[in-house]
C-alpha cells in the first residue's frame, strides 16, 4: 500500500485526482494540505481552493494539515500530488524531494522553461522519481489517434490541429471531472481576485490551454519542432492581465502544428480533439468534446479508411492506477508522463509565449 498525500487546491483537478485515489486499491490518501501562494481568499464558489480543500476533506481524506511541509515529516508518504499554483510548483516539488518524497505534478510543470530545468535539476540531485499528470492521456480515444498515426494507416503525419476551449476554468457552465455539479455564478471582481487571471501566479490561457496543444505536438508529430509564432490576447475577461485566446503555430523542417485555445468559447461548440493531416488522408476526432469522442480516418478521396484495433489497457485508465501498475510490475510510465519528456513539452510551451510576448518568430530550446 502506497501512502499518498495532495498538496495544494488551486487546481479543479485535484477533485478527480482524489476520486481517483479512493479507487485505487494500492493507495491511501492518507493526509492533505493546501499552500499558502499569497492569492487573495475568495468566498467559496464551486471550483475555487476553498471549495476544493473541503470537496475533498468531506468525501475522500478528513486529516487536513495547516503545514504541508508538517504533514510530510510526520505522515512520510510514497508520493505527494501537486495541485499548486503553477508558480509554486518548484518549491513544493524541492520540500518533496528533500524528504525523499516522489511526486506527481498536475499540468503544465511549471510557469516556464527555467522553471521546468529547476524542477528537472531537484528531481535528479535528490534521486526522488517525478511524473506530470495530463488528464488528456486518460482519453481512450486518443490512445486508439496515436495507434492509428503508429500504423501509418494514412502515411506520415505532416500538420497537426487541435482547438480547445472553455468559458475559463471559473468562467460559465464551467465543469470539471471528480464533480457533478457545474461553476456558480461569480462576478468579474471575485474572479479577478483568483490566480486564474493573475499572470504573476502562472495563470492564463496559455499555461491552461496551449500546454495540451504543446503536449499534442510532441506526442503525436514527434520531435523535430524548431520554432513558433504565436499571438495572444485579453479579448473577453478584462478584469484580469492573462491572455484569454490565443493562436499559435509550431514549426519543423517538413511539418507544420496549428494549436488554438479560448477561455471565452464553451466546449460544447468546439470540435473535441487533435486532427492529423497525413501524406495520404486525415485522421480526426469525432463526437465533439461533450458527446463521445471517437477516432476516425479517410484517405485523399474522402473513403473511410479502417482503423487498427487498440484496446487500451487497464493501466491508462488515470495516474494513481497508472503509477500503481508501474510500481507493482516495473513497466515504464508512459513516456509523455515523463519529466524529461515534459521538460521538452515546456521548451515548446516557453517559446509559445515568448513569441507571444516578442511579436517575433522564437527558436525552441534544445
Known sequence: MMRAVIIGFAHMHVNEVALYLSEQPDFELAAVADVDSGVEKVPDYRYTGQWNLKNVRENYCSNVYEDYTKMLDEVKPDMAFILT????????????????????????MAVSLSEAKKIQETVKKYGIEAVVNWPVAWRPYLHKMKAALDSKVVGEPIKLRYINGHTGPLGKGAKHRGVTEN???????????TWWHQEKYGGGVFLDISCYGCLFAKWLM???????????????????????????IIKYDDRMSVI????????????????????????MCTGGAENAPDVKAYDIYGNEIALPDCKV??????????????????????????????????????????????????????
Open 85 to 108: 499554483e503553477n508558480c509554486m510548483k518548484p518549491a513544493v516539488v524541492e520540500a518533496c524531494a528533500k524528504r525523499r518524497v516522489n511526486v506527481c505534478i498536475e499540468k503544465p
Open 183 to 193: 461553476a456558480e455564478e461569480m462576478s468579474d471582481e471575485i474572479r479577478a481576485k
Open 222 to 248: 514527434g520531435d523535430g519542432e524548431k520554432s513558433v509564432l504565436s499571438y495572444g490576447a485579453n479579448l473577453n475577461t478584462p478584469f484580469g492581465d492573462t491572455a484569454d485566446n490565443f493562436a499559435a
Open 260 to 283: 488554438e485555445g479560448t477561455w471565452t468559447t464553451p466546449r460544447a461548440v468546439i470540435p473535441s480533439g487533435p486532427m492529423v493531416l497525413c501524406t495520404e488522408g486525415v485522421i
Open 313 to 366: 489497457q487497464d493501466k491508462y485508465r488515470n495516474m494513481p492506477w497508472h503509477y500503481a501498475n508501474h510500481v507493482n510490475t516495473g513497466e515504464e510510465i508512459l513516456d509523455i508522463l515523463t519529466l524529461d519528456k515534459n521538460v521538452e513539452i515546456m521548451a515548446i510551451l516557453d517559446a509559445v509565449v515568448k513569441a507571444s510576448e516578442s511579436g517575433k518568430e522564437e527558436k525552441i530550446s534544445d
